[in-house]
């Protein structure tokens, strides 16, 4: 499983891009639940495919980050030790401690305290649920798991079922990559759990919940970014014309999924996730290898989608505070339409200045400070891509 060593990568604006649309449709996903644009939107202005695309796609940009998160994982990966089996597993788990925890432990414990106070939005209070267990199961890995045996938690609790199945990848990973070792047994394994989407998610039909937040359909789309990364590594600098078509092939296929999804499920069923999960994929290797040569990505225009990609983990973590607060100021000037249209635009800009917020005052100053603590050469990630982003489905 050995691979010439990458060149350190800059941050790459295509990618950036891909991120920020997939956690502006998971803002909207979760506005829309409680204040839907079709109601608060005149009919002449934007056709209702559009403002059912705009509000039902939180889902499936989670699965959009999946894929990103293990095209990144592995791309650095190889970029840092030249090859999978040759990861330095200490600073792989100190790399991912320092970037993922900080924020995580905040949250439990801001979540905790307003569940004890007795907010309204933030009470766990369904049977079988409790607050000791929300915890254990956020720090333990298995919060999808939770949520499916004993129904959705509050919002802010929620949006960590996603980060459940990361977490339990990056745990595997570099484990999996040492004991494989060989590109000959590690690429079949990846490409039977990333063709197995359909199926794995179609036999979990029995519980809704369990079906959206399931380990293996989320590690599937995890292990298509796998094999996204160990191809780019190996292939020859691709024709413009070759890449020209996985661009078009990327954007038709998400646009199909996220606009036309339900003509599609007619045709695929369950496989549109698949259709999804390839069609990332391809964007994804388009932008790695056109970025240095400059791209529409680029333009000022898409400055602010990028900047949301930027903090697109931060923004995941603390979104569901400002959808809270707005929907709160919506109902108190009695579901007017005129003010539901403020209320999202006053729900992005918030959501994206306390994702900066988050971004300067916590995450960052504390992944240094963690880095220097483990030493190992561990650097600061300041303008680097390696973060995985996140995101997170709420009903």
Request: charged share 15%.
């Amino acid at each position: 499983m050995t691979s010439s060593p990458l060149p350190p990568s800059p941050r790459n604006a295509g990618i950036d891009l891909l991120r920020g649309v997939a956690i502006v449709l998971v803002v909207l996903h979760h506005l829309g639940l409680r204040i839907p644009l079709k109601k608060i939107m005149p009919d002449d202005v934007l056709p209702g495919w559009l403002l059912d695309g705009l509000n039902a796609n939180g889902y499936e940009a989670v699965f959009v980050f999946f894929v990103i998160s293990g095209f990144l994982i592995a791309g650095n990966a190889l970029r840092r030790w030249g090859s999978l089996d040759h990861i330095d597993i200490r600073q792989f788990y100190a790399r991912r401690f320092a970037r993922i925890v900080p924020c995580l432990l905040v949250l439990v414990a801001l979540l905790s305290a307003l569940h004890l106070l007795g907010f309204e939005d933030y009470v766990i209070g369904r049977p079988g649920q409790s607050l000791g267990g929300a915890i254990v199961a956020a720090l333990g890995l298995h919060l999808n798991w939770y949520e499916g045996r004993h129904g959705y938690l509050p919002g802010n609790w929620d949006v960590l079922w996603s980060l459940s199945i990361e977490e339990v990848f990056y745990v595997a990973f570099p484990i999996i990559c040492l004991v494989t070792r060989r590109r000959a047994v590690l690429v079949p394994m990846l490409l039977v759990l990333a063709v197995s989407l359909p199926w794995t998610r179609a036999a979990l039909s029995g519980n809704d919940i369990w079906q959206e937040k399931a380990y293996l359909p989320g590690m599937a789309a995890i292990a298509t970014g796998v094999l996204g990364a160990l191809l780019a590594a190996h292939w020859r600098q691709p024709t413009q014309r070759t890449l020209t078509l996985m661009g078009w092939l990327g954007a038709v296929g998400l646009a199909a999924v996220w606009f036309d999804g339900g003509a599609l499920w007619h045709v695929v069923r369950n496989g549109y996730l698949l259709v999804l999960t390839l069609s990332a994929l391809c964007l994804l290797m388009m932008f790695q290898a056109k970025d240095g040569a400059g791209g529409w990505w680029h333009a000022c225009v898409f400055g602010w989608l990028r900047s949301w990609g930027r903090l697109s983990y931060e923004i995941y973590l603390s979104h569901m505070f400002v959808v809270y607060a707005v929907v709160r100021l919506f109902r108190l000037s009695g579901g007017d339409s005129r003010v539901g249209l403020w209320c999202y635009l006053l729900a992005l800009a918030l959501c994206w200045l306390l994702g900066l917020a988050v971004e300067r005052l916590l995450s960052s100053p504390c992944e240094r400070w963690l880095r220097k603590v483990f030493g190992g050469g561990l650097r600061a990630r300041a303008h680097g891509h390696e973060d995985a982003s996140q995101a997170a489905l709420h009903r």
